[in-house]
């Protein structure tokens, strides 16, 4: 039985969805209760699978300079809404406040690191400066996870147990970061718990890719969506700032 009955813009849309679900969770519930959780945890399909498509079109772009213009282009009309959106949860300020980077900043230095790890033919030189753009990336949304996500797609190279192990490792370290130490048995537990739930939507983005992937693009609509997928985060983004400050 053929598994592979999704293609890339299929799986796109339920990123953007599931990106959808995280922010209004993060915006707008109470941090801590069973909803909050389910709408977050289930968010972090989104920029896995964001990064795995990043690696992977990096290859097949007509033209990665105005592949990287385009990313710079977004990444610079989101900032304003990301920041609308997200700054009472990231610095308390109840309009907006610079809160870091967009994700599609973190995308266009992930997109950097391709670039490196294709042209320059120096290796200190490369390692140097794919550090670099990570370091970069902690003032931005998804700060060093973009980064190592991206990395291990492209060292994956296409095949399918590198791709299935990098979502592995991914998951792992995301769990790890979520892990706040607690004093007493059944905190502990709780925590560790909690730390492999807010994995699970990286390992679910995993499944998808390795098993229901197909490799292919819509057969129609492919402007549109290609369109739709680059303004779906800013507008989505303004539109969540307005209304989290419309309901102070």
Request: glycine share 6%.
């Amino acid at each position: 039985m053929n598994l592979k009955v999704l293609n890339r813009d299929i799986i796109k849309y339920i990123a953007m969805f599931t990106m959808l679900l995280n922010h209004i969770g993060n915006i707008f519930t109470e941090p801590g209760t069973l909803l909050s959780t389910i709408l977050v945890d289930i968010g972090y399909f989104t920029a896995p699978v964001m990064c795995y498509f990043l690696a992977e079109g990096y290859h097949y772009t007509r033209s990665k300079r105005k592949y990287a213009e385009r990313l710079a282009a977004f990444a610079l009309l989101s900032e304003i809404p990301f920041c609308l959106a997200f700054s009472q949860l990231y610095t308390g300020e109840k309009i907006i406040s610079f809160c870091g980077f967009n994700m599609i900043f973190t995308l266009l230095l992930c997109f950097g690191i391709l670039y490196v790890r294709e042209t320059v033919p120096n290796e200190l030189t490369r390692g140097l400066l794919i550090a670099g753009l990570f370091l970069l990336s902690m003032f931005s949304d998804w700060a060093l996870l973009a980064p190592m996500f991206t990395l291990l797609f492209a060292r994956a190279e296409g095949n399918e147990r590198k791709i299935r192990n990098a979502f592995a490792v991914g998951a792992a370290v995301f769990a790890l970061l979520n892990f706040a130490p607690a004093s007493g048995a059944a905190s502990v537990i709780l925590q560790l718990a909690s730390a492999a739930a807010s994995a699970l939507g990286i390992l679910i983005a995993g499944i998808v890719i390795v098993y229901f992937y197909n490799g292919k693009r819509m057969e129609r609509g492919r402007v549109f969506s290609k369109w739709f997928f680059y303004l779906f985060y800013p507008v989505h983004l303004l539109l969540l700032g307005i209304l989290r400050i419309s309901i102070l």
